[in-house]
């Protein structure tokens, strides 16, 4: 069976490795074990829609690593642990972080979230 997120097979010549690094580190901070089971299953379809717009939000895993690194992996476990998560309330606490905004109009953009009149 082939990983159906094409970033993990390659992207813009980031070797394989990174983006399955980030995609582990991801699953292990939203929760979802090694093979993409959901262990919140409540909200299984939009923690996968979250990870997936985390791994194209930047062409380099390493900008997320580094949001990560630097607040963000506190901002997701937030966002995720809201009730409901990932509803327009839960981002506004860190709507001046520039990475979250893009996130958020990533997250529009896929449907996960609908569109704002903010």
């Not at 900008?63 to 997701?76: A, C, D, I, Y």
């Not at 979250?100 to 529009?108: D, E, G, W």
Request: aromatic share 6%; charged share 30%; glycine share 8%.
């Amino acid at each position: 069976m082939t990983d159906p997120n094409p970033r993990t097979q390659s992207h813009r010549c980031v070797p394989v490795c990174e983006w399955r690094e980030l995609a582990a580190h991801l699953d292990e901070i939203l929760g979802l074990d090694v093979y993409g089971c959901e262990i919140h299953e409540r909200w299984s379809g939009r923690l996968r829609a979250l990870r997936e717009a985390l791994l194209w939000v930047d062409p380099d895993p390493d900008t997320v690593h580094g949001w990560l690194r630097e607040g963000g992996e506190r901002v997701l476990r937030d966002l995720v642990g809201g009730s409901p998560p990932l509803c327009h309330a839960t981002f506004r606490p860190y709507i001046a972080d520039p990475f979250v905004r893009r996130l958020r109009k990533l997250l529009i953009k896929r449907g996960v979230l609908p569109r704002s009149d903010e």
